[in-house]
């Protein structure tokens, strides 16, 4: 029975994950989005299927699913034989991306998801409270960031060794929404919900929530944007992790 549940856990996931990519791709081709659009929704979306990991009895079934998706964006390319995977790297693929051919950061963030993941699946299964509030900030937090950054971003934050630049009013829409997405996080699976997890105290949730989205914000400034996917989550969460056995 338990083998079913998690096959069946495992089987609205993917077909949640399938959905949220093929819908924009779709709709970038009958042109009803742009590029850009297409991108951050499947960037948005695909990923919030890391919050079923908790629930398998069997927690490999979340690796699997992740690393099937690493494998796929890394096929998905300009010169690809398969024509859905083709369609996705021309629906969603950045002009800094035809250099590498491949879809480089998509590829990034799956990869950090599936390490993150692993990583935790290994050594701590019932903390799984501290990769997903990583991942959530790579997934919302960052595309929020880079939205109000493009649309409302007027004071310019120049990084020599960045090829981008920031802008303040992104780096605090990162924050804010951060901390909350990590309380969320934190309290959801860790104070409400003791059961599969450590538990935690509705102040500790506080507090890591604000240590959390203080150094994703600090990290995600100092990142070059095609490498944020995998330096955001990996780096804040193994920070925020390790801090908390001192």
């Known amino acids: 029975m338990t083998i079913l549940l998690d096959l069946l856990i495992l089987l609205i996931t993917f077909i949640y994950v399938l959905a949220t990519i093929l819908i924009p791709v779709q709709l970038k081709k009958r042109d009803k989005i742009t590029k850009f659009q297409a991108r951050k929704a499947v960037h948005l979306f695909a990923g919030l299927a890391v919050l079923s990991a908790p629930y398998y009895s069997w927690s490999w079934w979340a690796v699997i699913l992740a690393g099937s998706m690493t494998l796929l964006t890394l096929l998905s390319s300009k010169k690809s034989g398969v024509k859905q995977l083709k369609d996705l790297y021309d629906s969603i693929g950045e002009e800094a991306e035809e ?24 050594f701590a299964p019932d903390q799984m409270y501290f990769p997903i509030a990583g991942i959530l900030l790579m997934i919302i937090s960052d595309t929020l960031a880079s939205i109000v950054g493009k649309k409302y971003g007027k004071r310019k934050i120049n990084l020599p060794w960045l090829k981008t630049t920031r802008s303040l009013e992104g780096s605090i829409a990162f924050f804010i929404s951060g901390f909350i997405l ?60 390790l801090l908390t056995l001192i």
């Open 182 to 241: 990590c309380f969320f996080a934190f309290t959801f699976l860790g104070v409400s919900n003791p059961i599969t997890q450590v538990h935690l105290s509705l102040g500790v949730a506080l507090l890591y929530s604000l240590i959390t989205s203080a150094l994703a914000t600090v990290i995600e400034l100092i990142s070059p944007s095609t490498w944020d996917d995998l330096t955001i989550p990996i780096a804040t969460v193994i920070c925020v992790f």
């Open 99 to 122: 250099k590498v051919g491949y879809l480089q950061g998509p590829f990034h963030y799956c990869l950090s998801i599936t390490l993150l993941i692993t990583i935790f699946v290994i």
